[in-house]
């Protein structure tokens, strides 16, 4: 079985400093990875994804994230955080058969940001 | 367009009541998903159904009952839930391509649900 790892339930940055959110998988085949964002008492919104070919991925918002196959790692970064980017963060992996799958979450990470 | 939208946003119930969430989106999505998401905790799959055909169910319990009536909605449909099941409750749909490709799911804003 798939699973993942986010570091940190809390990350907490000054306003226009780096945010970094990390994320770890397991895989037992090559992973389709995302990574979605949730406001308060909203859904998920679709930040970015790798399925395959670049290694760094870019999403909406200024975020990117990369994909490394030998640390098993997809993690999560913008380089200025903004008042806007506070917000719970979840990397996702994706786990199927035939036609059919679901999304495995890690625990998911709240960012705070600091005027 | 890549809007999914459910109702009620929210719902309180008592542990007899009988009530029912919908979710419809238009975007030609052939697989629709239910999720549950306890305060603090990520989504957890409860049922997927592929082309109309509940495909996965996750061990449910029997009080949750979904149905797909066509491909645009989804519906959930509650009966003697406990407070545990308490929770928001998303939806979400996907391209079905086919074996070995996995779109990318969209989600609902949720249901938040209250259970006395």
């Known amino acids: 079985a798939q699973s993942v790892t986010q570091l940190g339930s809390h990350v907490s940055v000054s306003e226009g400093a780096l945010v970094l959110l990390r994320c770890n998988y397991s895989?037992?085949?090559?992973?389709?990875l995302f990574w979605y964002v949730q406001y308060p008492n909203q859904g998920l919104q679709l930040l970015l994804k790798?399925?395959?070919?670049?290694?760094l991925v870019k999403g909406i918002n200024g975020f990117e994230a990369e994909f490394k196959k030998s640390e098993t790692s997809f993690h999560l970064t913008k380089p200025s955080a903004h008042m806007s980017d506070a917000a719970e963060y979840f990397c996702?992996?994706?786990?199927?058969?035939?036609?059919?799958?679901?999304?495995?979450f890690g625990s998911g990470t709240r960012l705070l940001v600091r005027p | 367009d890549t809007e999914v939208t459910q109702t009620p946003k929210h719902l309180v119930m008592g542990m007899t009541n009988k009530k029912s969430l919908k979710c419809e989106q238009h975007?030609?999505?052939?697989?629709m998903y239910w999720y549950k998401q306890k305060a603090k905790k990520p989504p957890e799959l409860m049922f997927v159904?592929?082309?109309?055909?509940?495909?996965i169910n996750e061990s449910v319990p029997s009080r949750f009952s979904p149905e797909c009536p066509n491909s645009s909605l989804l519906n959930l449909h509650l009966h003697a839930l406990q407070p545990e099941d308490s929770a928001l409750y998303l939806c979400?749909?996907?391209?079905?391509?086919?074996?070995?490709?996995?779109?990318?799911?969209?989600f609902g804003p949720g249901t938040r649900l209250l259970v006395l």
């Open positions: 979400a749909s996907s391209q079905d391509r086919g074996v070995g490709i996995q779109e990318t799911q969209y």
């Open positions: 895989s037992s085949v090559p992973p389709y």
């Open positions: 790798y399925t395959t070919g670049a290694t």
């Open positions: 996702a992996v994706s786990e199927g058969m035939d036609s059919s799958y679901k999304l495995i």
């Open positions: 975007m030609g999505h052939r697989a």
């Open positions: 159904y592929s082309y109309e055909k509940l495909s």
